[in-house]
Every structure is written in C-alpha cells, then in structure tokens.
C-alpha cells in the first residue's frame, strides 16, 4: 500500500500536469500516515514505522507536484 502513491507521482511530473487531483484527500493521507509513523515509533514497531515512512514521502511526491503543476 506505501507505494501506490508513486505511480500517481510519477505520473504528475512525467506529464506536468495534475487533473482532476484533490489536494486534501492526499494531505489527509499525509496527517494518517504521519499519526502511523509516531505510532510506530512510539511503540517500536519498525515495519509499520518504515511503511508509513514509505507512503509519506510517496504522497509527498504528489502534493509537491500537484502545487508546482497546479
């Protein structure tokens, strides 16, 4: 699940452009992820932690191309 943000993120930059993308349901994934990782850190849990390390630099990918090709 982690890297199915990169497909979309590649996508975005490969054609510059970003239609039809909502922002805040990926800066929602964002805030989910972030709660993941402290969780994971929290409570060592390292898989979990370095999955949702994963799916937020990938949905980082997105929302940073979606502000530059918006």
Do not use: E
């Amino acid at each position: 699940m982690s890297l199915s943000y990169y497909p979309q993120a590649f996508k975005i930059f490969k054609r510059k452009q970003c239609k039809d993308i909502s922002p805040i349901t990926f800066f929602l994934l964002f805030l989910g992820g972030v709660i993941w990782l402290i969780y994971g850190i929290v409570n060592q849990l390292f898989v979990i932690a370095i999955s949702f390390s994963i799916g937020i630099i990938g949905v980082l990918l997105v929302l940073i191309g979606y502000f530059l090709y918006h």
